[in-house]
């Protein structure tokens, strides 16, 4: 069996850290990953999607990545169970990043 999801985009926004009560690092990332295909209108639509990064890399990610950075991503997809009301849940997708590559640096303007 295999779950594997790759994934080449541009970081749509600065990432940050967030420290859980266990001390553990996680950053969810948003990487915005334009379509192969045009449009209707003849234009390409771009994907924006969220990313969850555990530890070490989601500190090399908040160290080396900034809004705009490259970066290609092996993640892995996992379900979980969100519950809406007593008789509803929803079921969502949550990606997994489990190798970043760095592919270039954000564009900045030197001022």
């Known amino acids: 069996m295999l779950n594997q999801l790759i994934l080449i985009g541009r970081l749509a926004r600065d990432p940050e850290i967030k420290v859980l009560d266990d001390g553990r690092k996680v950053s969810d990332i948003t990487l915005a990953v334009q379509r192969a ?65 760095f592919l270039s640096p954000a564009n900045r303007t030197n001022e």
């Open 37 to 101: 295909f045009k449009n209707m209108d003849g234009n390409y639509d771009t994907d924006f999607i969220k990313i969850t990064v555990w530890e070490g890399l989601a500190s090399a990610v908040e160290s080396y990545c900034t809004k705009g950075a490259m970066i290609a991503v092996k993640a892995r997809v996992q379900t979980y169970k969100f519950d809406l009301s007593e008789e509803k849940q929803m079921n969502m997708l949550e990606v997994i990043a489990e190798r970043i590559t």
